[in-house]
């Protein structure tokens, strides 16, 4: 089924009638900017159409203002526990951060990025998982995944 509503990440539409596109994960340290941008760029010759990089450290977050301007893709950062790496990401220029509302430090955080994003004019990818829910979440999707 594809999606109606339409995204973009960087210049790559997502979504509304769009071509699936091809997205990648950087495996370098994303504060090696150099071995990042060859990763990048081997993914794109390839065939990849958007990237994104983990950014599990502030000397990451410093790294990407460079990746993105050096990258042929537009770049998501991939946030993981700490809400001030997305918004160090955001204001590096990334086009879109990946984060998990259960793992990001709570509700306030979560608007705080989700605020930034939106002024940034950027998208976000929201996901969770059942290792990052609190443990009465957890019990209830196993008995209701929708009400969970």
């Known amino acids: 089924m594809a999606s109606e509503r339409g995204i973009r990440v960087g210049n790559v539409p997502i979504g509304g009638g769009a071509p699936v596109v091809l997205q990648s994960m950087t495996l370098t340290p994303t504060r090696d900017v150099q071995a990042t941008i060859a990763q990048i760029a081997a993914l794109a010759d390839a065939g990849c159409e958007v990237v994104r990089c983990a950014v599990p450290k502030t000397e990451d977050a410093e790294a990407l203002r460079m990746i993105v301007r050096l990258s042929p893709l537009p770049v998501i950062a991939d946030i993981h526990f700490n809400a001030s790496l997305a918004l160090k990401a955001i204001d590096a220029g990334v086009a879109a951060v990946r984060i998990n509302p259960g ?20 998208s976000m990818r ?23």
Do not use: C, F, M, Y
């Open 103 to 122: 793992n990001i430090g709570g509700t306030e955080r979560v608007v705080e990025v989700v605020t930034a994003a939106k002024a940034a004019g950027i």
């Open 126 to 148: 929201i996901g969770a998982n059942s290792g990052s829910l609190p443990k009465h979440l957890d019990e209830l999707a196993q008995h209701d995944q929708a009400e969970a």
